[in-house]
């Protein structure tokens, strides 16, 4: 099948409502999302901001040096969840992967951090 981006992105947008929804549901009180939300911006700064940024837009100077993409670039946008989640836990090109550090649960997390960058 071949899909127009704009129906990509109708399907994406669609996608991430549905996990922020879901999300929202398995977590009982605002005070555990927030948690959460706190605790994965922490990861990201720790592990992803150095070369992405704190925005997403991979404009430091080893995101330059690496030619990472923003978030919002079409090519990151393009890429499905898992896409983005299997970079996050094997990594690609000079990125390490986390799949040993972090686990699956919190590289999903990151993924959501990622996609709300990258609006």
Do not use: W
Request: proline fraction near 2%; glycine fraction near 8%.
């Amino acid at each position: 099948m071949n899909f127009s981006i704009p129906t990509i992105k109708k399907m994406l947008v669609v996608t991430l409502a549905t996990s922020a929804l879901a999300l929202a549901t398995l977590l009982s009180t605002p005070s555990q999302a927030t948690a959460v939300f706190d605790e994965t911006s922490t990861l990201y700064k720790s592990k992803c901001s150095s070369c992405h940024g704190m925005d997403g837009k991979g404009a430091t100077a080893k995101g330059k040096e690496l030619k990472v993409r923003a978030f919002s670039s079409a090519e990151v946008k393009g890429m499905s969840d898992q896409k983005l989640l299997d970079v996050i836990l094997k990594g690609k090109g000079k990125m390490e992967g986390y799949e040993k550090t972090l686990g699956k649960e919190k590289a999903q997390a990151l993924v959501a951090y990622c996609r709300n960058l990258g609006k």
